[in-house]
């Protein structure tokens, strides 16, 4: 059974920086696409940053610059460095997997197979 448990949020001052990091157990394909989503009040989910199984990312475009994606193979740990965190960066961040060699794009929130519970990450002005 594959789980994906997030942590890291909190709340912080607009400028500031948070790491997110995401455990993924149980999962023993042999590709997967990994991501971070995050969902604002009032806000439908959306994607943040992805790799695909080849090492690619790709960032959304408002994130690009600030956010930084990486992962630690070993550990099988997802992770996001948030810097330079706005108000709108507000929201519960989730970490998504999916056992496919490229990546399903940021607006296709459905196609993503396993998701974690999320954790709140909260900029202040």
């Known amino acids: 059974q594959v789980q994906v448990a997030e942590s890291g949020g909190g709340s912080v001052q607009s400028g500031g920086s948070l790491r997110l990091s995401c455990a993924v157990s149980g999962y023993n394909y042999k590709v997967s696409c990994l991501s971070w989503f995050r969902q604002g009040p009032g806000k439908q989910r959306e994607g943040v940053a992805r790799i695909d199984s080849l090492g690619k990312i790709t960032y959304y475009e408002s994130v690009k610059g600030r956010f930084i994606i990486f992962q630690e193979n070993a550990e099988k740990i997802l992770y996001l460095q948030l810097n330079s965190l706005k108000p709108a960066d507000t929201g519960m961040y989730y970490c998504?997997?999916?056992?496919?060699?490229?990546?399903?794009?940021?607006?296709?929130?459905?196609?993503?197979?396993?998701w974690g519970q999320g954790t709140q990450v909260t900029v202040s002005s």
């Open positions: 998504a997997a999916t056992p496919t060699v490229f990546c399903p794009g940021f607006l296709d929130v459905g196609a993503w197979k396993y």
